[in-house]
């Protein structure tokens, strides 16, 4: 449900919109709303938990998200994408990882960083670092290593914790076998991040790749791309950055594999956005399918979630046409702009 939304008691059966309407709406309503900001009006007294009332970086993040949603229907609607990311990229986006858009937890409960509940509030047990992304990094001798995790205090090395094991099986794994988040990423007061400069310089390379209108090469923003990603995790040794993308530099031949694994792990602390990636670019050799868990009637890595089972139970008529309309509620069923 998108238009028939939240409508309350004068429309409880909402019907489905097709994503293609969606993300159409989508680029209207960020073109509009960026529209309506005035940078020279009074920006709010208070309460603006991500820009602390700057319309300016608001406007920046209107555009930026703009890139994000065209770039995601690139490969459906080429032509609509590419008017799109024009206009977002000459409106004015991202510059450095300054204008990154991010929640600003608290010390205090009940405002702190969800992580930090969940780890030392809840204790749970199973959240510890992935084996698909140690490896990933152990690969390429990425420097972020150290930043995203730390060694297992039982062995002094960096451990990962077998991917999709039921919750029983990763919580009967001692903590101390398996390397843990980085303490940062656990402090109370540890940002939520929404937008970063690192995925609005891969949306701007993967742009130049495609021959979408933007300045700037695809190898050149790809380079951004990493050193912001790099930076923001607390290295900024160039001369570490510079050996980094020698080993690991732009593919023209294959832009897609090249952004989008550089892409995914930079996305390390936006699972959602990483996964979107990986079903849009189709890049290999990162992600495999889960060790156990409730996925066993699949073949497949899932391309989407299904609907919720409340959405059967309480608009069943508009879910039975929704999903007849899109082949079907299933993982292994892709949504409108994964075509590949």
Known sequence: PYFEANQGFENPSPAYTPQSEIYADLLNELTEANSQIDTEAAAFDGGDIIYDGSMAAWKKFANSLKLRVAIRMADVDAARAGTAISEAFNAGVFESNADNASLNYLTAQPNTNPLFVAYFVTGREDYAASDVMVEQLQLRNDPRLNAYFEPANNSGEYVGLTFGLTSAAAASIPRDDISQPDARLLAPDFEGMLMDYAEVAFILSEAAARGFS?????????????????????????????????NYAYNSGNFRQSIGVQKWIALYI????????????????????????????????????????????????NFDAAASNMGGDSFETKVWWDVN
């Open 214 to 246: 933007v300045a700037g090469s695809a190898g050149e923003w790809y380079n951004t791309a990493v050193t912001a990603s790099m930076n923001y995790w607390g290295i900024n040794s160039q001369s570490a950055i510079d050996n980094y993308l020698e």
């Open 270 to 317: 936006q699972g959602v956005q990483g996964w979107i990636e990986y079903r849009r670019l189709d890049f290999t050799g990162v992600l495999r399918m889960p060790a156990a868990g409730p996925l066993v009637n699949i073949s497949s890595i899932p391309v989407r979630r299904e609907f919720p089972n409340q959405e059967q139970n309480l608009n069943r008529a």
